[in-house]
């Protein structure tokens, strides 16, 4: 569902009451984030990049975020959190979260996270595969 509400005409203008979903404008500005931020992690060297979550099922909220995985070179001398915290600084997300392995973890995650299954089962492929 994209978005969800009552119509009425007020004069010569349709008014629209919003109940739940989205607003068509919200979607456009993350739809433009998920792509934003794909080409950056692509240009960063992601093998595989996967949007999932209620986006991907098309169940978003008025304050539905975009779950994003990635699959990347990610510098091994440092914690998986400080590498998380380098993409979020460099790539500057907004509305989006982002869940960033490099290829030896991620054969891990997707032996013991029904995450980063569930997003392989259901998810979107934006970029790999």
Not at 67 to 89: I, K, T
Not at 101 to 112: A, S
């Amino acid at each position: 569902m994209c978005y969800a509400g009552a119509m009425t005409r007020s004069g010569s203008s349709v008014v629209v009451e919003w109940a739940q979903g989205e607003r068509p404008e919200r979607r456009a500005r993350i739809e433009a984030e998920i792509r934003r931020v794909t080409a950056g992690l692509v240009g960063r060297g992601a093998v595989l990049v996967v949007l999932f979550g209620s986006r991907a099922r098309g169940e978003t909220r008025p304050d539905s975020d975009a779950d994003l995985l990635a699959v990347l070179p990610l510098p091994s001398d440092r914690p998986p959190m400080a590498r998380l915290a380098d993409l979020y600084a460099d790539l500057a997300p907004k509305g989006i979260d982002l869940f960033a392995y490099d290829p030896e973890e991620f054969e891990e995650m997707k032996r013991v996270s029904s995450l980063v299954r569930d997003a392989l089962a259901r998810g979107i492929v934006l970029h790999g595969g």
